[in-house]
């Protein structure tokens, strides 16, 4: 890896869309640390250091703004608007008739698609601008904090709908930002910026599990905490990159006075085809209820029942049904996103076969039978790699945001490993040098 990024560095227009990436990124960076007006930065400074390493229900968005949510700044939001734009258009696509025509149209389809999901992500950041507003000016972003309440001064309608727009234009600034890394830098640039926003707080992680450890002033538990996170890297390396190839051949078809055909090649199933989506879904779904009684403020049976049960990582009413929900996102992310019958077709259509499969109807269900056969361990491992922060916080006393587990380590590898692939194929593209030399 390091050698990779050494070459592009030594290449010119490699060198240019790093740097000009990084610029980005520092840019990025800083709007992450600028408040928005009408909120008392002190006082969210005093609630930040009061409050305790666990985030509770704005945990997984607070990771992915970079840290940004929690201090109020104009990129609060962070990238995640967008993302749940993404998928909600993801799987409208297999609902709607229009989408899934669009879908196939190619290049301008895919940009119409994309012009949706632009929309849809104000549209969100408008909702959620307006939820953490309400959250922050009612004290319930700090429940725990005695200047919670302070932290928005002035409650007037009009400080209220320029917070709103100062956050929504943050989060269009970033949704800017990233594509334009994504034309004129390199990798995906939303990716990068998911990236970049979860890295930034594994120092102040790593450095609470030090401060929190007791075996030779914390050492000790810091450098096992580290260790474990090198076995996790690799394992999530090795699962990531483990595939199912399923060999298909082509027939040759006479064309004229050409033949065309008579290839061999593969389609490759991944054994994690649903990627960090289940989790995220998973980890939504838990985090309803315990909104519904943060906001409803009530002491109610059934409200003490959610606090104690689904709002506590630690409860085994909490461990079972998050895996378990991640299991079955899984599996349903996997069913929509991949048609074994349309790839079956289009095999067909241009004359490929699984040796000892009958093309058509067959191949389909040979694809789907093997397809449910490698999500099942897909599942499984997205499942435990989740929980790994809930053992953290049992055996380091480090919070459910722990940086080596759960969505956290999946992205990092996983953009990881997608960035380093592009720059080695452009490095690889410029410095061929043929077969004639």
């Known amino acids: 890896m390091l050698t990779a990024f050494a070459r592009a560095f030594k290449t ?58 929690l201090q ?32 196939k149209e190619g290049q301008a389809g895919t940009a119409k698609i994309t012009q949706y999901t632009r929309y849809l992500t104000v549209a969100l950041a408008i909702l959620q601008g307006t939820g953490l507003v ?6 319930s972003l700090f429940p725990n904090c005695q200047v919670a309440g302070q932290i928005v001064p002035d409650r007037s309608i009009f400080t209220t709908i320029v917070m709103v727009i100062t956050m929504t234009a943050g989060t269009a ?5 990233g594509e334009l890394i994504t034309d004129r830098g390199i990798g995906n640039g939303m990716s990068i910026l998911m990236f970049i926003s979860i890295a930034a707080t594994f120092p102040s992680a790593m450095w609470a599990i030090k401060q929190e450890g007791s075996l030779a002033d914390g050492w000790i538990e810091f450098g096992t905490v ?8 690799g394992l999530v390396v090795l699962v990531e990159q483990a595939q199912r190839r399923i060999p298909v051949q082509y027939a040759k078809r006479m064309i004229g006075r050409r033949s065309y055909g008579g290839t061999s090649t593969y389609i490759p199933l991944k054994v994690n085809q649903a990627g960090v989506i289940p989790v995220i879904f998973a980890s939504s779904l838990l985090y309803i209820p315990a ?82 056969r490698i999500t099942w361990p897909g599942s499984l491992y997205l499942g435990l790699i989740a929980l790994v922060p809930t053992m953290a916080l049992a055996g380091f006393g480090a ?29 690889q593209q410029r410095n061929y040098e043929g077969f004639l030399r």
């Open 291 to 372: 909104l519904i009684v943060q906001f409803a403020g009530s002491q109610a049976g059934w409200a003490s029942w959610i606090t104690a049960n689904l709002a506590n990582p630690r409860a085994a009413v909490h461990v079972s049904l998050y895996f378990l929900l991640i299991v079955f996102f899984a599996f349903f992310y996997v069913a929509i996103s991949f048609n074994p019958e349309e790839v079956a077709d289009n095999m067909k259509k241009y004359g490929g076969f699984i040796p000892g499969i009958r093309a058509g109807r067959p191949t389909a269900e040979y694809l789907s039978y093997v397809l449910n």
């Open 134 to 139: 309400a959250t922050a000016r009612s004290g």
């Open 399 to 427: 919070d459910q945001n722990f940086p080596f587990g759960g969505t956290s380590i999946l992205i990092i590898v996983g953009v990881g490993l997608e960035t380093v692939k592009q720059i080695e194929s452009q490095l």
């Open 226 to 233: 580290v260790a474990v996170g090198l076995f996790m890297v």
């Open 173 to 177: 600034t970033v949704m800017w930002l």
């Open 12 to 69: 010119p227009d490699l060198r240019k869309k790093l740097l000009f990436t990084l610029g980005i990124i520092v840019i990025y960076r800083v709007g992450t640390h600028i408040p928005i007006p009408g909120v008392d930065y002190r006082a969210v400074q005093v609630c930040i250091d009061q409050a305790s390493a666990n985030q509770g229900i704005f945990g997984l968005v607070n990771m992915f703004s970079g840290g940004a949510l």
């Open 72 to 103: 109020i700044t104009i990129f609060a939001l962070g990238i995640m608007p967008y993302i749940t734009a993404s998928i909600i258009l993801q799987l409208l696509t297999v609902v709607i008739p229009r989408l899934e025509a669009l879908k």
